[in-house]
């Protein structure tokens, strides 16, 4: 069964991939293989993902991700975090990609955390990177977190005032706030005052389409131009409970 599951996990990552703009080499394409394997199998016990048919954890999960490393900075020491990172998407896979990029993990369930650095051990990517067990409003207070990513990330975890102040707090000057979103045009009209006033500005827009089911994703580039000020992030729960409009 496990067998039989890689096999087809395989078979579905080569198809979604012959659509990606980047090749990736054999080993690459094993440790995609092997990581979704391992979450799938704790999936089990856990609950990581509603999502486990192979073509659909290839398209929605693998494909999706990877859409971030057309828009990554390309320098090698990239300092990157994922906000509630929760199965570690997009961060593990964007990881295995580019083993390079210095990751952070943060997430507010310790059992996930535990089952991401399983994975990480497992997978050989420990270097230059690290889980933490926080929640963002807290994390983004500590010194060695605030301001100090080129990259901060996060995928479908809030409405994007909320999560502008989830993230923003993270990333250096010049650095990019990048939400992964679907159709979006509605709550980036929403968010720009809280874009503003933690010191972001909406750089660009990049909108595609998952290439079988055709649905719409967009990636919001945020640059931060100035220091986010030091009342934000609020207390844990404020931000979700009553966003900056």
Do not use: W
């Amino acid at each position: 069964m496990a067998d039989q599951l890689k096999q087809n996990l395989y078979r579905e990552f080569e198809n979604i991939l012959s659509y990606s703009e980047f090749v990736f080499s054999e080993q690459t394409k094993k440790l995609f293989v092997q990581y979704f394997f391992d979450l799938l199998k704790k999936n089990k016990v856990m609950n990581l993902t509603a999502i486990t048919d192979p073509s659909k954890v290839a398209e929605l999960h693998l494909f999706d991700s990877l859409s971030l490393l057309s828009v990554l900075p390309s320098h090698s020491d990239l300092k990157l975090i994922d906000v509630g990172t929760g199965a570690g998407l997009p961060g593990i896979p964007l990881k295995i990609a580019r083993p390079e990029i210095n990751l952070c993990l943060l997430d507010a369930t310790r059992k996930r955390l535990n089952f991401l650095d399983e994975c990480l051990t497992s997978l050989g990517l420990r270097t230059n990177t690290q889980t933490v067990h926080a929640r963002a409003e807290d994390a983004a207070r500590k010194p060695e977190l605030r301001e100090k990513f080129d990259v901060a990330t996060a995928r479908a975890v809030a409405p994007l005032n909320t999560l502008a102040e989830y993230c923003l707090p993270f990333v250096k000057l010049d650095g990019f706030f990048i939400a992964m979103k679907g159709q979006a045009d509605s709550e980036i009209e929403q968010a720009e005052k809280a874009i503003n006033l933690l010191g972001g500005d909406i750089a660009d827009i990049f909108k595609l389409k998952l290439p079988i089911s055709g649905a719409e994703r967009s990636l919001i580039m945020i640059q931060k131009i100035a220091f986010t000020p030091k009342r934000y992030p609020r207390k844990a729960g404020i931000p979700k409970s009553d966003p900056i409009v």
